[in-house]
C-alpha cells in the first residue's frame, strides 16, 4: 500500500467515510487540470468546492468533468502575473530615469602620455628579472595610475610579492580551491541509505550507497509541492503521494509525471555546497 493509499483510508477512517467512495484519481486529476489551467493555488480550494457540491448531491466525475472544462477554457490573460523585479532600494535612481546628458556622459580618457626611456622621471633597472625600463617614483603611467619606486625591488621580493598576489584572499562565498557555492550544512547529517530536505533551498540530498551523494530539486514535478520526507529508498511527496528514487529521482509512484531534476552539489570539508 503506498502513502497516497495508507493516509486516504486513515483519513476516511477518521472522519467516518467508506474508503471505497474516495474516487482518488479523478480528485487527482482534477487538481492538476486546475493547477496547470488556472494557478497552484486554486487546484485545493476547488477540490473544496467540488467536494461540498458532491454532498449536496451532485455526481462527483460530472463535477469533476465540469470544473477541468471550465479550467481548460480559462483565459490565459486572467492567469497570475509573473513575478516582477522590483527597484533595489538603495537609493540610487535607475539608469533610464538620469538626464539624457547623464546618460551619455562618460569619463573622459586620459591624456598624459607614458615616459619614454631616457626621459627626466625615469630610471632603468637591471637584473636578470628586469624586462623594461620602469618610472621613478611619482612618475605617471599612460593610465593614469602610479609606480613605485624600483629602489627597493629585487628579485625575491618581486617573486613574493607575484606569490602573494596570484593567490589573492578567497571570494564571499568560495569554499577551498575554485568551488563558490551555498554551503547546505554537514554531510554527516544524510543517513545511508536516506537523505535530507533542504526546505529553504528546494534541495533534497541523498547518500544511496556510503559517500555517493546525489541532489535533487525539492519540488514535486506534479503541482509543485515540497517534498517531506526520504524513507524506504524513496522521495516521498505529502500532497498526492508521488515518490521517487533516492539514487536518480525517477518516478516510483505517480501522479508525478517526470523525475526530479538533479541539482550540482559537492562535499569540502566535511559540508555538502549547492553549487
Given at each position: 500500500?503506498?502513502?497516497?493509499?495508507?493516509?486516504?483510508?486513515?483519513?476516511?477512517?477518521?472522519?467516518?467515510?467508506?474508503?471505497?467512495?474516495?474516487?482518488?484519481?479523478?480528485?487527482?486529476?482534477?487538481?492538476?487540470?486546475?493547477?496547470?489551467?488556472?494557478?497552484?493555488?486554486?487546484?485545493?480550494?476547488?477540490?473544496?468546492?467540488?467536494?461540498?457540491?458532491?454532498?449536496?448531491?451532485?455526481?462527483?466525475?460530472?463535477?469533476?468533468?465540469?470544473?477541468?472544462?471550465?479550467?481548460?477554457?480559462?483565459?490565459?490573460?486572467?492567469?497570475?502575473?509573473?513575478?516582477?523585479?522590483?527597484?533595489?532600494?538603495?537609493?540610487?535612481?535607475?539608469?533610464?530615469?538620469?538626464?539624457?546628458?547623464?546618460?551619455?556622459?562618460?569619463?573622459?580618457?586620459?591624456?598624459?602620455?607614458?615616459?619614454?626611456?631616457?626621459?627626466?622621471?625615469?630610471?632603468?633597472?637591471?637584473?636578470?628579472?628586469?624586462?623594461?625600463?620602469?618610472?621613478?617614483?611619482?612618475?605617471?603611467?599612460?593610465?593614469?595610475?602610479?609606480?613605485?619606486?624600483?629602489?627597493?625591488?629585487?628579485?625575491?621580493?618581486?617573486?613574493?610579492?607575484?606569490?602573494?598576489?596570484?593567490?589573492?584572499?578567497?571570494?564571499?562565498?568560495?569554499?577551498?580551491?575554485?568551488?563558490?557555492?551555498?554551503?547546505?550544512?554537514?554531510?554527516?547529517?544524510?543517513?545511508?541509505?536516506?537523505?535530507?530536505?533542504?526546505?529553504?533551498?528546494?534541495?533534497?540530498?541523498?547518500?544511496?550507497?556510503?559517500?555517493?551523494?546525489?541532489?535533487?530539486?525539492?519540488?514535486?514535478?506534479?503541482?509543485?509541492?515540497?517534498?517531506?520526507?526520504?524513507?524506504?529508498?524513496?522521495?516521498?511527496?505529502?500532497?498526492h503521494g508521488s515518490q521517487f528514487k533516492i539514487t536518480n529521482g525517477a518516478v516510483v509512484t505517480g501522479p508525478a509525471p517526470s523525475p526530479l531534476p538533479r541539482k550540482q552539489i559537492k562535499i569540502v570539508n566535511g559540508k555538502v555546497i549547492l553549487l
Amino acid at each position: 500500500m503506498s502513502t497516497l493509499e495508507q493516509w486516504t483510508a486513515t483519513v476516511c477512517a477518521d472522519l467516518g467515510l467508506d474508503p471505497a467512495a474516495a474516487d482518488t484519481m479523478t480528485v487527482l486529476d482534477l487538481a492538476r487540470d486546475v493547477a496547470h489551467g488556472v494557478a497552484r493555488p486554486a487546484a485545493p480550494l476547488t477540490a473544496y468546492l467540488v467536494g461540498v457540491a458532491v454532498g449536496r448531491g451532485l455526481a462527483l466525475p460530472d463535477a469533476a468533468g465540469r470544473i477541468s472544462a471550465l479550467a481548460a477554457s480559462w483565459p490565459r490573460e486572467t492567469q497570475e502575473p509573473q513575478e516582477t523585479r522590483e527597484p533595489a532600494e538603495s537609493g540610487a535612481p535607475d539608469k533610464d530615469q538620469l538626464p539624457e546628458r547623464w546618460r551619455s556622459r562618460r569619463c573622459p580618457r586620459s591624456r598624459r602620455r607614458p615616459l619614454q626611456v631616457g626621459q627626466p622621471g625615469y630610471r632603468t633597472l637591471t637584473g636578470p628579472n628586469t624586462q623594461a625600463a620602469m618610472p621613478s617614483s611619482g612618475a605617471m603611467s599612460g593610465s593614469g595610475g602610479m609606480h613605485s619606486s624600483p629602489r627597493s625591488a629585487t628579485p625575491g621580493s618581486a617573486r613574493r610579492g607575484a606569490s602573494r598576489s596570484a593567490k589573492g584572499k578567497p571570494k564571499k562565498g568560495a569554499m577551498g580551491a575554485n568551488v563558490t557555492g551555498t554551503v547546505l550544512g554537514a554531510a554527516a547529517e544524510i543517513p545511508v541509505g536516506g537523505g535530507k530536505i533542504y526546505t529553504t533551498a528546494k534541495v533534497v540530498v541523498t547518500q544511496p550507497a556510503r559517500g555517493q551523494y546525489e541532489a535533487f530539486s525539492a519540488v514535486c514535478t506534479h503541482v509543485g509541492c515540497i517534498m517531506s520526507a526520504v524513507a524506504n529508498g524513496t522521495i516521498d511527496c505529502p500532497c498526492h503521494g508521488s515518490q521517487f528514487k533516492i539514487t536518480n529521482g525517477a518516478v516510483v509512484t505517480g501522479p508525478a509525471p517526470s523525475p526530479l531534476p538533479r541539482k550540482q552539489i559537492k562535499i569540502v570539508n566535511g559540508k555538502v555546497i549547492l553549487l
